[in-house]
């Protein structure tokens, strides 16, 4: 059973758009149905049904699943931890998997409340794991790539409450109840941690089941949501050739050459796409395809070729997708770019990051400014009707509050509709992320959340306050430019995205941000009503 737990949402997200349908949970159950006939796979995803901790305890107890696979954002590990937790005391194997755990498997494995922890790509090893939790031998899980686990000396693998080759293993399976900062201790020296040897890449994408779909609740997925209604996540792509210093997600579905990842990227073919996209809105009901991929529009071609076949099927699906401004140039001068629209993209979101050329080469992002100028002016000159977003990373060790303010200014400048402002994370899998950071409970990767705040590690007030008084006080004319053509050009629905964003930020900034600034407090993520229901 893949279990994605309670949790908190993101405050620029309304509850009808803060859960997404976990396309890697249906993805891996396609390929375990498929593969493992003889298994049964579920999918229980709390969220979106709006269960909370009782109602989950309470199902879990009824399906009694033998396996429970979880992955998480950082900033959810607490709920992770507590789920694992909780299916350990019912006598469930845990898997733990995804851009957060696969770069934490020792410290997790020290938890004692998961077994596997596994890298990479998950479709493949989820598969050969079903096999060797069966056959249970340690031999079994050494044999599957892209895995961690704990070896006892006697060579058996260190999995659920039975075993007892390992005495610092009995002490947590026997307390589970404590917070598991109380039962941790180092594992004995009898215990091991075994990671074995990487997991290739699947060579063609279009070789993945479609996705389990009817295991989620796809009714709930963006209902009630004005500006994504029938919200689906759909991926035309893994991967990212470029190698971004803070970012997880090319490290996420990188190669393995010679011990070392390098940036790949895989695609998807358009007539696999077409199917996706006809099922997901003919059987399915969605209306508005969320792109998960890192970079939509890696592809010089297939985006555009995709959109004109939804033109000739007739088939109308707003879309919203994360993009380089390098490619988005490059598509505007082919008109690749002016398909995608036709096509039915109205959102996009660039990875701008930084205020100056010399800055993006230092964290070894290779686009530049003036080629996101560029991008940005396309946009709003010849796609009016397109939701421009940017985002920037701030708190690099050199940053000063005039860096802060130079991106603030050069966010106005570049005539997008929104900026986040996200501070740089030490996400693990980054050079910023070190052991020292992990913490048993997993209360401190809450503030993992990509919003300003003065509580995550490593932040620093002098550019909270710079982020926060250039908002308040810095009404230049580009700002001003931009909000009115925000809200004159570009028909209702930009407008009222550009409107729910602006009201969000600034009750985020002055609420969350402020109080925090003042008072200590963690700002940020939202808890539902239901969580604990
Ligand atoms: C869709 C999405 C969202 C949506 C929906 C979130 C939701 N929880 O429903 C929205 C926009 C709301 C969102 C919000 C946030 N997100 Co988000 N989001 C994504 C996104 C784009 C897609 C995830 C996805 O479906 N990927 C496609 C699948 C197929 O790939 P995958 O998840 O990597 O899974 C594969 C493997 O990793 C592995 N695997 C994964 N899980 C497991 C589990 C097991 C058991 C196994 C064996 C294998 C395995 O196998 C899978 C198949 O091969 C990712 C970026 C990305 N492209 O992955 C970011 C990402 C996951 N988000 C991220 C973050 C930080 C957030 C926020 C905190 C801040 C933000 N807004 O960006 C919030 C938190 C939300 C919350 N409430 O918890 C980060 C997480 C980084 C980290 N290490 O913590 C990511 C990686 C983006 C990034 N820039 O780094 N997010």
Partial sequence: MFVRPPRPMWPFNGP???FWPPLAFASMAAMLRRQCPDWRVEILDAPPLEMGWHSLERELRARRPSVVAMGEEAVSCVECLRLARLAKSLGAKVIAGGCFF????????????????????????IVELAHALRDGSADALNAVAGISFL???RSAPVLGRSNSDCRWMEACDANHALQPAVVLEQPRPECEIVRTKPRPLLKNLDDLPMPAWDLLPMHRYGAGSRNHPGLAAIEASRGCFDTCDFCVLWRQMGDFVSEQVRPYVRFKSVPRLLEEIKIQTRDFGRRHLGWVDPCFNAHPHIPAELAEALLRENILVGQSAWVRADCLVRDAKSGALASMVRGGLNEVYVGVERPDDESLKSVHKTTTIPIVREAFAILARDFPRVFTLGTFVYGFPTDTPETVRAIFRLSHELEMNHAFFIPLTPLPGTPFWHDGLWDDTGESFRDFNFLPSATRPGSRRDLEWALLRAAAFHWTPARIRTYLRGLRRGGARKRRVTLRLAARATW????????GLLTGHRAGMVFPRWYES
């Fill in 16 to 18: 009808a758009t803060s």
């Fill in 102 to 125: 696969g770069h934490v498997a020792p410290q997790v494995l020290k938890t004692g409340f998961v077994d596997v922890v596994a890298h990479g790509e998950g479709e493949n090893t």
């Fill in 151 to 153: 070896r006892s000396e």
């Fill in 508 to 515: 985020f900034a002055a609420h969350g941000m402020l109080r």
